[in-house]
T-cell receptor, first 117, second 115 residues
């Protein structure tokens, strides 16, 4: 049961253009969403996050949009740079029935982004 | 802070042998997670601890897998006996959940190959 889905295995973009990575989730109990970037032979590194009470969060070239009704979020990178080439993972956190969360992340399958010079 | 430290970075072992992966979380973090990454299943959570106590081990694939966290600065993931299908990259991560909304920091991973 894949609760967090990234349906595009890969994305290729020209340098300077916008990269849009998409993520869908099925569990309405998720209340916090994150994007991680992963280079080969390294662990995932945190990029940007958004709470379910917001619909947009921006950090420099990176913006995350959340559409709760559609259970969809996206990551926009503008402008894209060759150094952005990596695997991008969408992740979600939910609280348990008691309202407790330990920061447990549920990940999507990842999207390989390639930015061409 | 040096970040989450995992050892070894690479491990090659023969089927049937015991394998122990080690993790030192970021000082002050009280949640620790073990993830496994494979081509087929992506990043899957195996087990996680909070304040050194295992909270959920439902992701541990079989009884051959076990994890411990004897203190706040050290955790191990053990596979005994190992099998070729255990070959994967194993990540340890730690966080300090602040209402559950804090990102986890990952180590560089241990690439395990069981031949």
């Amino acid at each position: 049961d894949q609760q967090v889905k990234q349906n595009s295995p890969s994305l290729s973009v020209q340098e300077g253009r916008i990269s849009i990575l998409n993520c869908d989730y099925t569990n309405s109990m998720f209340d916090y969403f994150l994007w991680y970037k992963k280079y080969p032979a390294e662990g995932p590194t945190f990029l940007i996050s958004i709470s379910s009470i917001k619909d947009k969060n921006e950090d420099g070239r990176f913006t995350v949009f959340l559409n709760k009704s559609a259970k969809h979020l996206s990551l926009h990178i503008v402008p894209s740079q060759p150094g952005d080439s990596a695997v991008y993972f969408c992740a979600a956190i939910r609280r348990d029935a008691g309202g407790t969360s330990y920061g447990k992340l549920t990940f999507g399958q990842g999207t390989i982004l390639t930015v061409h010079p | 802070d040096a970040g989450v430290i995992q050892s070894p970075r690479h491990e090659v072992t023969e089927m049937g042998q015991e394998v122990t992966l080690r993790c030192k979380p970021i000082s002050g973090h009280n949640s620790l997670f073990w993830y496994r990454q494979t081509m087929m299943r992506g990043l899957e959570l195996l087990i996680y601890f909070n304040n050194n106590v295992p909270i959920d081990d439902s992701g541990m694939p079989e009884d051959r897998f076990s994890a411990k966290m004897p203190n706040a600065s050290f955790s191990t993931l053990k596979i005994q006996p190992s099998e070729p299908r255990d070959s994967a990259v194993y990540f340890c991560a730690s966080s300090l959940p602040n209402g559950g909304n804090t990102e986890a920091f990952f180590g560089q991973g241990t690439r395990l190959t069981v031949v």
